[in-house]
């Protein structure tokens, strides 16, 4: 009979699945886009005139909304939705989990006579209670304090998410607990884009701008995943559990040949990733691009660049649609940093920079950076806090999961630095020198084939190594992990950036005031900055031994793991940099180093348990079982009368593996179940340095037997089979 895994195997051969769900030939992207979004032009259609120009206020420029317009607002977004079938409305919101969390409530109100009508009042769409006390606090709320706060986020459009049995309006929002302290990672983001739009603000009055009024971070995110088929899946309880394989011998076959990436998409794979776009194009997500990762069974989606706050909301619905969509063409999306040993794992890399609500990025060097005097003033400010502030942008990529990925030849080290690209760090250079002359520029490229035209040459090459790189006319932070909300990355280079500006807009605005030119002192204070700033600047390999020793030289922090960067959120300096911009108060920043132990002893803890319980229950028993046929086989041969040593060889590696893997086995149980004293970190600690090693050797001898058990006994699928069954 064949094991479990073995079906899995022949379930997929035979399986067939409906490809053609989307046809883009009769259903236009321009009237899929944005039609079950509550857009600016729905509410420009179905609002009076002073109520949506507030609204537009609100959202554009950040304007208060008058909460006597919050009825109309309801009342007009409610027959919007029910025209969708929606019946219910929901808040939803980001808790300390990293996932969205939402609660239903019906439109349906009984009048008392035996009959209902729909209703949804103002004070229904600006604040909702769901329980506070289920969620991750870090001690801002007790168990029995249950009460917390949705509150409408305006600036983020409500939407219909379709299911089976009808439709929901989804109204984005924050989550606060009742003493008014976030409970979410949405709440922060919005504080650190006051922070930044105020203090860019000072900056652009400065150069004479007094057009714009609001200066939003803007991010496009590029989500990296996995796709492999369910069966698979399914027959592995670490993957179903963890979200990761703990265990998995290295395939004849990797990535070796590199032939995967940007490689031909498979039909299933791409009928999947055609209907997920389809789904965000209704839900206004401004889906670009697809292709094959570097890993087999790695693809990536990106959207293009959008505010902050509306790319993190739209990233949770890009990671929530690729996980439902998956089911129906028989897949399973995975979003784990790492769920393939030996291979490359999955980041999300976020794509910052900063507009105005006139549509100025101001990233953009132009054709002449060096003249580009506005341009220089907002870069430099960018280095300058990413060489302040590199430990809080290490630690905004924290998780268990991302260990498993920064660092590994594949993704930037834990070590932050920032590319330039060669014209740009030569402008750096001059500016330096406080000798700004030209800037270098890339030319043409001469490929050597007639009937092709002449290229023209970028001014600078891309670094894939680095974990922020200028690209253009942005920064690319790539030490994200794949599975995070943007919120928390963004939030900390919100917030690092608004205290340069500050700092910058400060020493400007005192010598203009004293009767100094513009130009001149930004002249006189630029390369100072860039002296102080420049041991962050860096244009080499950063995967380099050459590299990790130079950064120390340079006295650049190496917190290689989650565990090492988590006391960083309650630092002094932390601590009074949140406060100072109003992003977090100090218990907030508490409940945060807390929560980041708790979830990082709980997942590994977890991936631990399931170790132990695979093991035993699966992969002991089969390497005993052919233990045994082997055992019978020396001893046949022998009582033939034939010398049985290469049998006896086979047989004593065997059992040494198997008895090495037992060992492990018991020591990994020994710590797992140990429990230290103090607090969540000190466990955190403890769990990093006593339980991960004990995985990994558990880890190393199963993965040995898995070379030598018979292949017909052994029962989980194998990285040979998931990464390359299609």
């Not at 280095?383 to 991302?402: D, F, H, K, M, T």
């Not at 700033?533 to 031994?545: I, P, Q, W």
Request: proline content about 6%; overall charge negative; charged content about 25%.
């Amino acid at each position: 009979m064949a094991n479990l895994r073995q079906q899995a195997i022949i379930a997929i051969a035979n399986a067939r699945y409906q490809l053609n769900r989307i046809d883009f030939r009769t259903t236009h992207l321009k009237e899929l886009f944005g039609e079950l979004v509550f857009s600016e032009e729905e509410q420009r259609a179905r609002l009076p005139k002073p109520v949506f120009k507030a609204l537009q206020r609100t959202i554009r420029q950040g304007v208060p909304l008058d909460p006597s317009m919050a009825d109309t607002i309801a009342a007009a977004m409610k027959d919007w939705a029910i025209e969708h079938g929606a019946t219910h409305f929901t808040h939803l919101f980001q808790p300390m989990t990293g996932l969205t969390a939402e609660k239903h409530d019906s439109f349906l109100t009984p009048t008392g006579t035996g009959r209902a009508i729909a209703e949804f009042s103002g004070k229904e769409l600006v604040k909702g209670e769901p329980d506070a006390s289920s969620f991750p606090s870090g001690g801002l709320r007790a168990t029995f304090e249950a009460r917390g706060y949705t509150a409408w986020d305006p600036t983020s459009p409500a939407y219909i998410r379709e299911a089976p049995n009808g439709a929901t309006l989804v109204i984005p929002t924050v989550f606060v607990s009742y003493t008014g302290e976030a409970l979410d990672k949405k709440t922060p983001l919005l504080r650190s884009m006051e922070a930044l739009s105020t203090h860019a603000l000072r900056i652009l009055r400065l150069f004479g701008n007094t057009e714009a009024q609001k200066v939003f971070s803007t991010v496009g995110p590029e989500q990296e995943y996995f796709l492999i088929d369910k069966h698979f899946f399914y027959a592995r309880p670490d993957l179903v559990n963890c979200g990761r394989t703990l265990f998995g011998a290295k395939p004849p076959k990797g990535q070796e040949l590199e032939d995967q990436y940007f490689g031909a998409i498979p039909e299933r794979v791409l009928a999947c990733m055609a209907d997920c776009e389809a789904q965000l194009f209704r839900l206004g997500v401004p889906v670009k691009t697809r292709h094959n990762e570097v890993a087999p069974s790695q693809y990536e989606i990106a959207v293009t660049y959008e505010d902050a706050n509306l790319a993190c909301d739209h990233n949770q619905l890009v990671m929530d649609i690729l996980r439902q969509t998956a089911d129906r063409y028989g897949l399973v999306c995975l979003l784990h940093e790492k769920p393939f040993a030996g291979i490359n794992g999955s980041g999300k890399h976020n794509n910052w920079s900063m507009a105005t609500d006139t549509g100025e990025n101001l990233l953009n060097p132009g054709d002449s950076p060096h003249e580009n005097a506005q341009f220089l003033v907002f870069c430099v400010a960018v280095i300058r806090a990413v060489a302040r502030y590199p430990e809080l942008l290490r630690v905004s990529v924290a998780s268990a999961g991302n260990d498993h990925r920064l660092g590994a030849n594949e993704a930037p080290p834990a070590i932050i630095s920032v590319f330039l690209g060669e014209q740009l760090q030569d402008v750096m250079d001059q500016l330096e020198r406080a000798d700004l002359k030209g800037t270098r520029q890339g030319g043409y490229m001469e490929i050597g084939v007639s009937v092709l035209p002449k290229l023209p040459r970028d001014a600078g090459d891309r670094n894939r190594t680095s974990p922020f790189a200028f690209t253009g006319n942005k920064f690319e932070f790539r030490a994200v992990g794949s599975s995070f909300s943007i919120a928390g990355p963004n939030t900390v280079l919100n917030t690092i950036v608004a205290e340069s500006l500050d700092y910058i807009a400060t020493h400007l605005e005192a010598a203009v005031k004293a009767g100094k030119p513009l130009h001149r002192a930004i002249q006189e204070l630029l390369p100072g900055i860039i002296k102080e700033s420049k041991k962050v600047l860096f244009n080499g390999d950063n995967y380099s031994e050459e590299w990790h020793r130079e950064a120390e030289r340079r006295g650049l922090p190496n917190l290689r793991n989650t565990v090492d960067a988590i006391p960083v959120i309650i630092r002094k300096d932390s601590v009074e940099l949140f406060t100072k911009y109003k992003v977090f108060n100090e218990r907030e920043l508490q409940s945060r180093y807390v929560i980041f132990s708790e979830k990082y002893v709980k997942e590994v803890t977890i991936e631990a348990n399931m170790m132990l319980m695979m093991a035993r229950t699966m992969i002991l028993p089969a390497a005993l079982e052919y233990q045994g046929r082997v055992a019978q086989t020396v001893a046949t041969v022998k009582s033939a009368g034939i010398d049985p040593a290469a049998q006896a060889e086979h047989l004593r590696e065997l059992t040494e593996a198997i008895s090495h893997f037992q060992a492990a086995i018991a020591a990994l149980d020994k710590a797992v179940h140990y429990h230290p004293e103090g607090d969540a970190y000190a466990h955190a600690k403890y769990v990093r340095d006593a339980v991960l090693p004990k995985m990994a050797e558990l880890r190393k001898w199963g993965d040995t037997l898995e070379t030598l058990v018979a292949d017909e006994l052994w029962p989980l699928p194998t990285y040979r089979e998931m990464l390359f069954i299609k």
